[in-house]
């Protein structure tokens, strides 16, 4: 049995205060910027447009796209006409500040584990910098940025989703296509990196605790430094490790709120032409796929989550949705319309299950084919089909690209 391992970047992998480092850098982009805009103009901007991607809750739109509607036109510039001298900081100055961090030697000697053991690893970084700012911070931690030997790593060009948020990890499991195997979550921050991932079921490694907490962890959780990480993780036996069964409502919530964003993802990752196309004759392409995931959300599990919250024990019906896929002639329909199509009617599911009491997760109904069920248990089954569907989606796309 093999692992994912999820990897903090700032005071994990690399030596770096993340509070100081981040005024040093605004205050770094504010010189570099200064000659071509307002500071105080561009600091309101950039502020404004980073909380709203801390505060980013929905799958529509990835935060690259969050930031911008808000940044650019409170700068009052055009992206096209600005985005070079962006790049031009990040490509010139960014470096300046790599003093205010530090190498972690036993850093690159847990990705070099990880390598030799054939685990995939994700340089799980909050996304809310652009790939090249990470990139050269990569490099400062002495990780190999030439020949990346990381699976993912989650930048806001790509990401839907930030950290303290549940949906951000769900997100990255997503991107591997939902591994079943035991994943690890390595970070220093209790409110980041720790409690969100214990409330999924993963396994965690804090990084030099700074406080205590009453946080329940798994039994197999770990603190220490990251050299007591390293240790730990030589001396692991994957198969001692639970493989987690997303079965918690946070789980389940995160999951939900994901799959819309990793599916956006996926399809960004490949051209349109190949939307339609299927694998083999008797396989579904990714719209289709898209076009089952939206028509089975709005016509059976909204209509189940609503009976079910505003019903005594109802009764609710067997549907079989594979034959739609052929009835309903999915595969003419435009993909990038069904995916919007689909994140609208999620949303809408979601904020079902989100302005309800907590109690009535155990409402109770039957279910034509599995009895007394629960609306914990149905949407425990949306999310399984959810994630069953990403696993053939990253399926059917790596099948058709060359």
């Not at 997100?171 to 296509?177: H, P, R, S, V, W």
């Not at 896929?325 to 904020?351: C, D, H, M, P």
Request: proline share 7%; with cysteine; charged share 20%.
């Amino acid at each position: 049995m093999s692992l994912t391992l999820l990897l903090d970047l700032d005071d994990t992998l690399l030596g770096n205060e993340i509070n100081g480092f981040v005024k040093a850098y605004f205050h770094a982009l504010n010189q570099a910027l200064s000659p071509h805009i307002d500071s105080s103009r561009l600091m309101h901007s950039l502020q404004t447009a980073v909380t709203a991607m801390l505060a980013k809750s929905t799958p529509q739109k990835t935060l690259e796209e969050a930031f911008d509607e808000i940044f650019y036109p409170g700068i009052g510039i055009e992206k096209s006409a600005f985005r070079p001298i962006l790049d031009d900081f990040y490509a010139n100055k960014f470096d300046e500040l790599k003093p205010l961090t530090s190498l972690r030697p036993a850093a690159k000697k847990i990705i070099q584990l990880a390598r030799e053991r054939n685990w995939k690893v994700v340089i799980a970084t909050n996304p809310i910098f652009p790939a090249a700012a990470i990139q050269k911070r990569l490099a400062w931690a002495g990780l190999n940025v030439g020949n990346p030997e990381w699976n993912l790593v989650t930048t806001y060009e790509i990401f839907h989703f930030c950290k303290p948020h549940p949906p951000y990890y769900a997100e990255i499991l997503g991107a591997l296509c939902w591994p079943e195997e035991p994943v690890i979550m390595v970070g220093n921050s209790l409110s980041d990196d720790i409690t969100p991932t214990e409330a999924l079921g993963l396994t965690t490694f804090w990084i030099d605790p700074d406080q205590d907490t009453n946080l329940t962890r798994s039994a197999e959780s770990k603190s220490g430094s990251l050299d007591e990480c390293l240790d730990w993780l030589t001396t692991l036996k994957e198969n001692t490790l639970p493989v987690p069964d997303f079965s918690g409502s946070a789980a389940l919530m995160a999951t939900l709120q994901s799959t819309p964003a990793v599916m956006d993802c996926l399809g960004r990752s490949y051209p349109l032409e190949k939307w339609n196309q299927r694998p083999q004759p008797a396989e579904w392409s990714f719209t289709e796929i898209l076009c089952h995931l939206r028509d089975v959300d709005r016509e059976v599990n909204l209509n189940r989550i609503k009976m079910i919250l505003t019903e005594q024990n109802p009764f609710i019906p067997g549907v079989f949705t594979d034959p739609w896929v052929e009835e309903r002639n999915y595969r003419s329909e435009n993909g990038q319309a069904a995916l919007q199509e689909f994140i609208l009617v999620r949303t809408e599911l979601l904020k079902l299950l989100m302005d309800m009491d907590r109690g009535s997760w155990q409402d109770a109904a039957r279910h034509a084919i599995f009895g007394p069920t629960t609306l914990h248990e149905l949407v425990g089954f949306i999310t399984t089909h959810d994630r069953s569907h990403i696993s053939q989606a990253c399926a059917t796309l790596a099948e058709i690209t060359p």
